[in-house]
Protein backbone atom coordinates (compact mmCIF):
# COMPACT_ATOMS: atom_id res chain seq x y z
CA UNK A 1 0.00 0.00 0.00
CA UNK A 2 2.90 2.11 0.99
CA UNK A 3 4.84 1.43 -1.91
CA UNK A 4 2.01 2.18 -4.47
CA UNK A 5 1.27 5.44 -3.00
CA UNK A 6 4.97 5.98 -3.14
CA UNK A 7 5.15 5.17 -6.99
CA UNK A 8 2.53 6.96 -7.99
CA UNK A 9 3.47 10.51 -6.31
CA UNK A 10 7.42 10.44 -7.04
CA UNK A 11 8.18 7.63 -9.10
CA UNK A 12 10.43 5.73 -6.96
CA UNK A 13 10.30 2.67 -5.03
CA UNK A 14 11.49 1.62 -1.84
CA UNK A 15 12.68 -1.98 -1.05
CA UNK A 16 11.15 -4.17 1.69
CA UNK A 17 14.66 -5.06 2.86
CA UNK A 18 15.01 -1.34 3.18
CA UNK A 19 11.87 -0.73 4.72
CA UNK A 20 12.40 -2.93 7.27
CA UNK A 21 16.30 -2.25 7.78
CA UNK A 22 15.35 1.70 8.56
CA UNK A 23 11.97 1.63 9.37
CA UNK A 24 10.79 -1.13 11.30
CA UNK A 25 13.37 -1.42 13.96
CA UNK A 26 13.52 0.31 17.43
CA UNK A 27 16.61 1.23 17.23
CA UNK A 28 18.24 1.50 13.99
CA UNK A 29 22.32 1.69 13.93
CA UNK A 30 22.14 1.87 10.25
CA UNK A 31 21.96 5.43 8.77
CA UNK A 32 19.68 5.37 5.17
CA UNK A 33 20.94 6.80 2.17
CA UNK A 34 20.45 10.21 1.17
CA UNK A 35 19.07 9.45 -2.60
CA UNK A 36 16.30 7.36 -0.58
CA UNK A 37 16.01 10.30 2.00
CA UNK A 38 15.53 12.60 -0.95
CA UNK A 39 12.84 10.38 -2.25
CA UNK A 40 10.60 10.46 0.88
CA UNK A 41 10.99 13.78 1.00
CA UNK A 42 9.78 14.53 -1.94
CA UNK A 43 6.84 12.09 -0.93
CA UNK A 44 5.76 14.46 1.68
CA UNK A 45 5.94 17.55 -0.18
CA UNK A 46 9.76 18.84 0.39
CA UNK A 47 11.79 19.23 -2.89
CA UNK A 48 15.01 17.60 -1.13
CA UNK A 49 15.69 15.72 2.22
CA UNK A 50 17.51 19.39 3.10
CA UNK A 51 14.72 21.13 2.33
CA UNK A 52 12.64 19.12 4.50
CA UNK A 53 14.86 18.99 7.83
CA UNK A 54 14.60 23.38 7.33
CA UNK A 55 10.68 23.02 7.26
CA UNK A 56 10.36 20.84 10.64
CA UNK A 57 10.84 22.28 13.72
CA UNK A 58 11.24 20.36 16.80
CA UNK A 59 9.78 21.94 19.75
CA UNK A 60 11.53 19.57 22.55
CA UNK A 61 14.10 17.20 21.81
CA UNK A 62 12.97 13.03 22.41
CA UNK A 63 13.46 11.59 25.80
CA UNK A 64 16.34 9.13 25.36
CA UNK A 65 16.02 6.65 27.53
CA UNK A 66 19.31 5.98 29.38
CA UNK A 67 20.85 2.82 31.25
CA UNK A 68 21.21 4.02 34.27
CA UNK A 69 18.06 2.63 36.12
CA UNK A 70 19.90 -0.74 34.84
CA UNK A 71 22.96 0.27 36.46
CA UNK A 72 21.24 1.27 39.12
CA UNK A 73 19.32 -2.12 39.52
CA UNK A 74 22.72 -3.84 39.00
CA UNK A 75 24.67 -2.27 41.65
CA UNK A 76 21.79 -2.90 44.37
CA UNK A 77 21.90 -6.55 42.86
CA UNK A 78 25.65 -6.48 43.59
CA UNK A 79 25.69 -4.94 47.04
CA UNK A 80 22.91 -7.56 47.95
CA UNK A 81 24.69 -10.61 46.76
CA UNK A 82 27.98 -9.22 48.61
CA UNK A 83 27.14 -10.13 51.50
CA UNK A 84 25.07 -13.37 50.43
CA UNK A 85 27.61 -14.84 48.88
CA UNK A 86 30.05 -13.84 52.02
CA UNK A 87 27.76 -15.98 54.13
CA UNK A 88 27.25 -18.60 51.92
CA UNK A 89 31.18 -18.94 51.49
CA UNK A 90 31.59 -18.39 55.71
CA UNK A 91 29.17 -21.12 56.25
CA UNK A 92 30.91 -23.75 53.83
CA UNK A 93 33.88 -22.72 55.51
CA UNK A 94 32.65 -23.68 58.68
CA UNK A 95 30.46 -26.72 58.03
CA UNK A 96 33.70 -27.83 56.34
CA UNK A 97 35.98 -27.19 59.32
CA UNK A 98 33.58 -28.29 61.75
CA UNK A 99 33.14 -31.91 59.70
CA UNK A 100 37.27 -32.40 58.87
CA UNK A 101 38.42 -31.81 62.71
CA UNK A 102 41.56 -33.95 62.99
CA UNK A 103 41.80 -35.44 66.58
CA UNK A 104 45.29 -36.10 68.05
CA UNK A 105 45.98 -39.31 70.08
CA UNK A 106 48.77 -40.31 72.18
CA UNK A 107 49.69 -43.30 73.09
CA UNK A 108 52.84 -44.90 75.21
CA UNK A 109 53.81 -47.88 76.40
CA UNK A 110 54.23 -48.46 80.30
CA UNK A 111 55.31 -51.42 82.22
CA UNK A 112 52.39 -52.94 84.14
CA UNK A 113 54.23 -53.93 87.14
CA UNK A 114 56.51 -49.93 87.72
CA UNK A 115 54.30 -47.82 85.47
CA UNK A 116 57.37 -46.68 83.64
CA UNK A 117 57.15 -46.14 80.01
CA UNK A 118 58.95 -48.43 77.89
CA UNK A 119 61.87 -47.52 76.25
CA UNK A 120 62.80 -49.56 73.29
CA UNK A 121 63.71 -49.41 70.28
CA UNK A 122 62.23 -52.03 68.22
CA UNK A 123 58.36 -51.69 69.37
CA UNK A 124 56.36 -51.74 65.99
CA UNK A 125 52.58 -50.52 65.88
CA UNK A 126 50.32 -50.49 62.84
CA UNK A 127 47.32 -48.59 62.25
CA UNK A 128 44.69 -50.82 60.88
CA UNK A 129 41.72 -49.15 58.72
CA UNK A 130 38.94 -51.38 57.68
CA UNK A 131 39.57 -51.88 53.87
CA UNK A 132 43.17 -50.67 54.04
CA UNK A 133 46.47 -51.73 53.94
CA UNK A 134 48.01 -51.52 57.51
CA UNK A 135 49.44 -48.26 58.39
CA UNK A 136 53.14 -48.38 59.85
CA UNK A 137 53.24 -45.90 63.28
CA UNK A 138 56.74 -44.72 64.41
CA UNK A 139 57.24 -45.22 68.03
CA UNK A 140 59.36 -42.56 69.67
CA UNK A 141 62.02 -42.97 72.79
CA UNK A 142 59.93 -43.11 75.15
CA UNK A 143 57.74 -45.98 73.65
CA UNK A 144 55.13 -43.58 72.85
CA UNK A 145 53.13 -43.40 69.32
CA UNK A 146 51.05 -40.20 68.08
CA UNK A 147 47.92 -40.81 65.63
CA UNK A 148 45.95 -37.86 63.50
CA UNK A 149 42.76 -39.42 62.65
CA UNK A 150 39.21 -37.26 61.19
CA UNK A 151 37.37 -40.19 62.75
CA UNK A 152 36.11 -39.61 66.67
CA UNK A 153 36.64 -43.04 67.37
CA UNK A 154 39.76 -45.70 67.26
CA UNK A 155 38.07 -48.95 67.27
CA UNK A 156 40.29 -51.89 69.71
Request: charged share 25%; with cysteine; glycine share 6%.
Amino acid sequence: MFQESLSERVGGYVSEKWFYTHLKVEKNEKLPRIDMLNLLARYVGAEDWQAFLSSVTIDSKPEVLTEEPTVAKKKKVQIFLLPVGILIIGGMFLVVSFFNKVESYQFCIVDQDDGMPIAAQNIEAFLLKEGESPLPLKVDSLGCLFIETSTEKLMT
